[in-house]
């Protein structure tokens, strides 16, 4: 049976994060290809972390900086090596390369950083991200990752196509893998709670992730005072695990601004919700909160941003807006109007089905997978970018590494 290991950033929590949703779809894909799985992480262990055992996949704890880890990797010698996000990869990529050489070593960049990051500086100093990127530390460290490894998972067609045509890294080394998602099936459409059913707005989403934190804050300050005025009776229902004391703050009933925290179930607040405002500002990778509530049939209005490699020409399943006053508007048109809010909720089924189709996406990225396993050598070699990044991130991160290590070793 091949082995899989998996270097999480953090343990996976499906419940909190889209990006823990994401994590999940992964390790069910392995499994299904019969891979024998053991997830690894430094990151402490949370209440909302998945039950990997229960599953059937090992669970271990490792340290940075510290042999033990190339014993762990010599004892389990796996087949395949999966970084969660580019900064695992800077720590344990040159160990996994030392220790299995021949281990295929798969990327998952869950979104662009270097993107994020240039797109929130852009937001805050009211520049193009393309004046900010192209001279980041931060693109240059995210890239490189992206070279050193065999294969990288790019979960937006938006940033695949920077990658390629800004950057120029070649298309061999990337693979297009958005969320994994079922069909939609007209019975189940028919089963989602209808207008007359639902109440309320919903902005949802983990509050560790600022472009989240200050959607909400958007939304306090620049956009519910109108709608409310508009709609006195229905409430700005908020959730997300992690809230901080300044989310908290926010909460204020007399102006139906409600912060609930956590929710023990997405997907149920979302259907009982007619609404989704997702008003992002900056970011990257595809939102997972708009795309749920596609699967739950619930009507949402964001931006581009927010729209951003979800829907491709598809049309959205309620209002990209350009400007305050127009998520405003049509905030409250598609909160009032059953009709419209009809039509457009069903444009969000028919992008679930033809832009997320698990089974499509799935056999691409194992026929990718099944060239590089296939011949491995080939395709190193016609990376030689990466083959020289390798060379020089070994011979300054091995010394540094060392020389922590030795250090550690004197406080023991």
């Given at each position: 049976?091949?082995?899989?290991?998996?270097?999480?950033?953090?343990?996976?929590?499906?419940?909190?994060?889209?990006?823990?949703?994401?994590?999940?779809?992964?390790?069910?894909?392995?499994?299904?290809?019969?891979?024998?799985?053991?997830?690894?992480?430094?990151?402490?262990?949370?209440?909302?972390?998945?039950?990997?055992?229960?599953?059937?996949?090992?669970?271990?704890?490792?340290?940075?900086?510290?042999?033990?880890?190339?014993?762990?990797?010599?004892?389990?010698?796996?087949?395949?090596?999966?970084?969660?996000?580019?900064?695992?990869?800077?720590?344990?990529?040159?160990?996994?390369?030392?220790?299995?050489?021949?281990?295929?070593?798969?990327?998952?960049?869950?979104?662009?950083?270097?993107?994020?990051?240039a797109r929130h500086q852009s937001f805050k100093?009211?520049?193009?991200?393309?004046?900010?990127?192209?001279?980041?530390?931060?693109?240059?460290?995210?890239?490189?990752?992206?070279?050193?490894?065999?294969?990288?998972?790019?979960?937006?067609?938006?940033?695949?196509?920077?990658?390629?045509?800004?950057?120029?890294?070649?298309?061999?080394?990337?693979?297009?893998?958005?969320?994994?998602?079922?069909?939609?099936?007209?019975?189940?459409?028919?089963?989602?709670?209808?207008?007359?059913?639902?109440?309320d707005f919903i902005s949802i989403g983990n509050?560790?992730?600022?472009?989240?934190?200050?959607?909400?804050?958007?939304?306090?300050?620049?956009?519910w005072p109108q709608i409310r005025k508009a709609?006195?009776?229905?409430?700005?229902?908020?959730?997300?695990?992690?809230?901080?004391?300044?989310?908290?703050?926010?909460?204020?009933?007399?102006?139906?601004?409600?912060?609930?925290?956590?929710?023990?179930?997405?997907?149920?607040?979302?259907?009982?919700?007619?609404?989704?405002?997702?008003?992002?500002?900056?970011?990257?990778?595809?939102?997972?909160?708009?795309?749920?509530?596609?699967?739950?049939?619930?009507?949402?209005?964001?931006?581009?941003?927010?729209?951003?490699?979800?829907?491709?020409?598809?049309?959205?399943?309620?209002?990209?807006?350009?400007?305050?006053?127009?998520?405003?508007?049509?905030?409250?048109?598609?909160?009032?109007?059953?009709?419209?809010?009809?039509?457009?909720?069903?444009?969000?089924?028919?992008?679930?089905?033809?832009?997320?189709?698990?089974?499509?996406?799935?056999?691409?990225?194992?026929?990718?997978?099944?060239?590089?396993?296939?011949?491995?050598?080939?395709?190193?070699?016609?990376?030689?970018?990466?083959?020289?990044?390798?060379?020089?991130?070994?011979?300054?991160?091995?010394?540094?590494?060392?020389?922590?290590?030795?250090?550690?070793?004197?406080?023991?």
């Amino acid at each position: 049976m091949p082995k899989l290991l998996v270097i999480g950033y953090v343990w996976p929590e499906p419940k909190s994060s889209a990006a823990g949703t994401r994590m999940m779809q992964l390790l069910k894909f392995f499994q299904n290809e019969n891979y024998q799985i053991t997830f690894a992480t430094t990151a402490r262990e949370t209440d909302n972390k998945a039950d990997l055992n229960e599953l059937g996949i090992q669970s271990e704890k490792i340290k940075l900086n510290d042999a033990d880890f190339d014993v762990f990797l010599e004892d389990l010698m796996p087949h395949i090596v999966l970084f969660d996000r580019f900064m695992v990869e800077e720590q344990f990529g040159w160990r996994v390369d030392t220790v299995c050489p021949e281990a295929i070593k798969i990327l998952d960049t869950e979104d662009l950083h270097f993107l994020r990051k240039a797109r929130h500086q852009s937001f805050k100093e009211n520049k193009k991200a393309e004046e900010i990127y192209f001279d980041s530390d931060l693109a240059k460290r995210e890239i490189a990752a992206i070279y050193r490894c065999d294969l990288s998972l790019i979960i937006s067609e938006i940033e695949l196509k920077l990658l390629t045509s800004k950057f120029q890294v070649p298309e061999s080394i990337l693979q297009y893998l958005p969320f994994l998602l079922k069909e939609i099936s007209e019975k189940e459409q028919l089963n989602l709670p209808v207008f007359e059913d639902r109440k309320d707005f919903i902005s949802i989403g983990n509050f560790l992730h600022e472009p989240n934190w200050n959607a909400v804050l958007y939304l306090k300050e620049k956009i519910w005072p109108q709608i409310r005025k508009a709609l006195p009776e229905a409430k700005m229902q908020v959730y997300g695990a992690y809230p901080s004391q300044k989310v908290l703050n926010l909460l204020n009933s007399k102006e139906n601004f409600i912060i609930n925290g956590w929710a023990e179930s997405s997907r149920e607040v979302m259907r009982d919700s007619r609404v989704c405002l997702a008003p992002i500002q900056f970011g990257a990778g595809l939102k997972g909160k708009l795309v749920e509530a596609m699967q739950n049939g619930t009507a949402s209005v964001t931006t581009k941003i927010g729209a951003e490699g979800i829907n491709g020409q598809l049309a959205w399943n309620g209002f990209i807006t350009e400007s305050d006053n127009e998520f405003i508007e049509k905030s409250i048109e598609l909160y009032t109007n059953d009709q419209l809010w009809e039509k457009q909720l069903k444009l969000g089924f028919d992008i679930i089905n033809k832009r997320f189709n698990k089974q499509e996406h799935i056999e691409n990225f194992r026929k990718k997978l099944s060239l590089i396993q296939n011949d491995l050598e080939r395709h190193r070699l016609t990376n030689f970018t990466g083959k020289m990044l390798k060379h020089h991130l070994h011979k300054s991160t091995y010394f540094m590494s060392r020389f922590i290590e030795e250090k550690n070793k004197k406080f023991l």
